[in-house]
């Protein structure tokens, strides 16, 4: 299986400290986030790695190079300065995943999460892995029940931006920038869409403040 991992975005709201440095080069424990995933999927065996880059891409190149360095290979999609969201950056990055199911994660997320444990082929089009709520997320996003995912549902969790995709699940989709949301959405109704509820250790990285306490945090448990 390859890996994705998706580095494009512009962190707006990690300003000012992605004004000079792309937000997967931000560091947690003195390790960068793109660079822990890095090393997550490698341990997992999966050795074949995209990378989409926009703002400051430059960067993320020099500092990870060919991935030779981690035990990996990376290919690079590169992506206009404004980005193309999540669902044109995984489809303009197609021709570099394959034909087979890949693996897709956000670089803005720290987790311990065993990738090997995720299924290399997914019954469905998609099959995602959920959290539960964290405070500045409590309503959710999908629901699960007897692995399937849905839009509505009790006891509602968050989507943890790790997933498994097969590329039929944007046939149709116009090169561009496009959101990945409405084609799940789409695939859950269907009944295309699997999932698994994690409970280990998951940050999302959405503010400073929040760098700032999971960084205490990491840093206590070393």
């Known amino acids: 299986m390859k890996a ?8 707006e709201r990690m ?6 440095t792309p937000k997967a080069l931000l560091r947690i424990g003195g390790q960068t986030l793109i ?17 989409n880059h926009a703002h400051l891409g430059g960067q993320l190149i020099a500092a990870l190079g060919d991935g030779s360095a981690y035990g990996v290979a990376i290919d690079y999609s590169a992506e206009p300065e404004d980005a193309l969201e999540t669902g ?8 570099l995943l394959g034909n087979e199911p ?19 082929s997914p019954a469905g089009l998609a099959h995602l892995v959920l959290v539960d709520n964290p405070e500045h997320h409590v309503e959710g996003d999908f629901a699960l029940s007897a692995g399937q995912v849905t839009q509505q549902g009790t006891g509602r969790l968050t989507f943890s931006g790790i997933g498994v995709y097969r590329k039929e699940l944007f046939t149709g989709c116009a090169p561009g920038a496009f959101p990945l949301a409405p084609l799940l959405r789409k695939a859950m109704d269907a009944g295309h869409v ?18 700032e306490a999971i960084n205490r945090i990491v840093i206590n448990q070393q």
């Open 4 to 11: 994705m991992i998706l580095a494009a975005g512009r962190g």
């Open 15 to 20: 300003r000012p400290l992605t004004d000079r």
């Open 35 to 51: 660079e822990r995933h890095i090393h997550g999927l490698a341990q997992a065996g999966i050795r074949e790695l995209v990378i």
């Open 88 to 95: 044109g950056g995984i489809h303009n990055a197609l021709p």
């Open 102 to 120: 890949f693996l897709v994660v956000n670089a803005d997320i720290w987790t311990d999460f065993p990738f090997e444990t995720l299924p290399a």
């Open 194 to 211: 699997g999932g698994e509820h994690y409970t280990g250790t998951w940050f999302d990285i959405g503010t400073p403040q929040r760098l």
